[in-house]
């Protein structure tokens, strides 16, 4: 079955032997309808907390509960009768919306996995020289370095605080880092950029020459939705802390490629010297700085393994982009003629 309809799948509310009693916090966009889907597919009687504007996407025989993230507390003692046995956060972004969910839940429920974000490795201020250095070796590993800088000046997450809270609480928590998140739904249709000038039917693409063999992991929405079921049906009886994301991380290059092959576009990847770049096409990195995770931890002690082979995933992926254009880039031009000049200049 295709993610596409696995993403739309509504399952019948039939008597099953129920295994697990699992609260989500948020549910229904993006990774969402994907977990909650297998975890019913697990016996689990799911029910989410979020502020119900999304009621259409609730499979029949899940429970709601509408409020918001900020208010956990006030709802405690409704959360006790559900008997919980997992509860999980897939959008704590403060340090006081770790505190309330802390709070809410321990002694409520057996359980947590909190999903924070694997940016918060040095490596990633590194590869945007905030910080000096030596560069970061690759895989990273959860006990890596930590970024000491915001990566932007507008950043709106407070993922290491939200991390401190929870390891240092009483709910034994599982805390996941994860990659960026790419596939149908995508709310950044973020391999959108990478595609363009393929649906334009461009003849080549051109990429500099340190970014042609960056790595950087990511990771296909089934995958990330199936390791957060692996670590709620799985629980720990204290913290732990797991890497998520592709086992393989191709190079851009590649990656440019393999979409190309599930779109069937038949131009080419042209590789050239950074600095003959057009200026429009230059992207501000030190590519030598790889943003490889090391996913080892959790596929030796929990045994997750992807349920979608990578090109199964890169090819719902860019079907999806194809028909979903993200608006601001939607009938975009580029100065397609300095990119002919610098093909030829490739050719000469």
């Given at each position: 079955m295709s993610l596409l309809a696995l993403a739309d799948l509504t399952l019948s509310p039939g008597p099953k032997a129920l295994s697990m009693n699992c609260l989500i916090i948020g549910g229904t966009n993006f990774i969402g309808p994907l977990l909650v889907n297998e975890l019913i597919d697990k016996e689990c009687q799911v029910t989410l907390f979020n502020r119900g504007n999304n009621s259409d996407k609730v499979p029949s025989g899940v429970n709601v509960i509408k409020g918001d993230k900020s208010e956990l507390v006030e709802y405690k003692e409704q959360f006790k009768d559900l008997k919980?046995?997992?509860v999980i956060h897939m959008m704590a972004n403060t340090e006081s919306e770790a505190a309330v969910f802390a709070e809410a839940f321990t002694g409520v429920a057996s359980n947590a996995v909190v999903l924070s974000s694997a940016n918060l490795y040095k490596a990633h201020s590194r590869f945007h020289m905030l910080e000096e250095g030596s560069l970061e070796a690759c895989p990273i590993a959860e006990d890596a370095p930590l970024r000491k800088v915001a990566l932007k000046e507008d950043e709106k997450?407070?993922?290491?605080?939200v991390e401190k809270t929870l390891v240092t609480s009483e709910l034994?928590?599982?805390?996941?880092?994860?990659?960026?998140?790419?596939?149908?739904?995508?709310?950044?249709?973020?391999?959108?950029?990478?595609?363009?000038?393929?649906?334009?039917?461009?003849?080549?693409i051109l990429v500099g020459e340190q970014q042609s063999v960056w790595r950087w992991t990511h990771g296909y929405v089934a995958n990330i939705a199936h390791g957060i079921a692996v670590c709620a049906l799985n629980p720990?009886?204290?913290h732990r802390l797991f890497n998520l994301g592709e086992q393989s991380v191709p190079t851009v290059k590649e990656?440019?490629?393999h979409l190309a092959t599930m779109l069937e576009w038949d131009g080419k990847v042209l590789v050239m010297p950074d600095d003959d770049l057009p200026p429009h096409l230059r992207t501000p990195g030190d590519f030598r700085q790889n943003i490889i995770y090391d996913t080892s931890r959790i596929r030796a002690e929990l045994e997750y393994v992807d349920t979608f082979d990578y090109y199964e995933g890169i090819r719902e992926a860019a079907l999806w982009y194809a028909e979903n254009p993200p608006s601001?880039?939607?009938?975009?031009?580029?100065?397609?003629?300095?990119?002919?000049q610098a093909a030829e200049s490739i050719k000469t």
């Open positions: 919980l046995d997992v997450t407070e993922k290491a605080a034994p928590t599982t805390i996941l880092r994860v990659p960026p998140i790419y596939g149908p739904q995508d709310p950044k249709t973020r391999f959108y950029p990478m595609i363009m000038r393929m649906l334009e039917k461009r003849p080549f720990g009886k204290k990656r440019m490629e601001h880039l939607k009938n975009q031009k580029f100065n397609y003629e300095s990119e002919d």
